[in-house]
């Protein structure tokens, strides 16, 4: 059975930082690209940020490029995403989500987590 | 950027009922469209890929084409699980995008 776990999400004030993990089982792991897709509250879903599955080629949104880093240990099953420059509009349930397949590119989403919670706020 | 847009943004149906919901694509995006089901307080789940391919975990009840850019979800015989939003959402290149979503509630 395949899981995605969360974790890192929390408050933080405008400026400051944190960082996302992603605890995955249920299949193998640097064979499949993962991704952040964030959900505002009340809100539709935006995708954030991407990685393949050996972790040699990483995506981002517009929003957050420069401000975000996606990164993987493929030896730990873990995905990151190393969030810095935290901005009000960056308040969202982060989900980690697993690719169908190994590139990022021309594959749809087969799993979802269930989310971490990131508030920026002073 | 794609920008996907559907309609409706809501609807109202009764069990049993025939429902569907279109999803439009800015430019042509081939078939690589999917969509996604969430249920109040529940992450989203994967319905649909490839724009007509049901996951192995969706009934049958469940149905969608479209190639392009015009898509469709149908859920016949719409049953009490199915009150939820629907997303579609196209993988034909970066950024990533989604619909704004559909509300299916109860009528």
């Known amino acids: 059975e395949v899981q995605l776990l969360e974790s890192g999400g929390g408050r933080v004030q405008p400026g400051g930082s944190l960082r996302l993990s992603c605890a995955a089982s249920?299949?193998?792991?640097?064979?499949?690209?993962l991704t952040w897709v964030r959900q505002t509250p009340g809100k539709g879903l935006e995708w954030v940020s991407g990685i393949t599955g050996v972790g040699d080629k990483t995506y981002y949104a517009d929003s957050v490029k420069g401000r975000f880093t996606i990164s993987r240990d493929n030896s730990r099953n873990t995905l990151y995403l190393q969030m810095n420059s935290l901005r009000a509009e960056d308040t969202a349930l982060y989900y980690c989500?697993?690719?169908?397949?190994?590139?990022?590119?021309?594959?749809?989403?087969?799993?979802w987590g269930q989310g971490t919670l990131v508030i920026v706020s002073s | 950027d794609i920008q996907m847009t559907q309609s409706p943004s809501s609807l109202s149906a009764s069990i049993g009922d025939r429902v569907t919901i279109t999803c439009r694509a800015s430019q042509g995006i081939n078939t690589y469209l999917a969509w996604y089901q969430q249920r109040p307080g529940k992450a989203p789940k994967s319905l649909i890929y490839?724009?007509?391919n049901l996951q192995g975990w969706v009934p049958s009840r469940f149905s969608a084409s479209g190639s392009g850019t015009d898509f469709t979800l149908t859920i016949t015989s719409l049953q009490p699980e199915d009150f939820a939003t629907y997303y579609c959402q196209q993988y034909n290149s970066y950024p990533l995008t989604f619909g704004g979503g559909t509300k299916v509630e109860i009528k």
């Open positions: 989500v697993k690719f169908y397949g190994t590139s990022g590119y021309y594959t749809n989403f087969d799993f």
């Open positions: 490839a724009a007509s």
């Open positions: 249920g299949f193998t792991f640097s064979a499949y690209a």
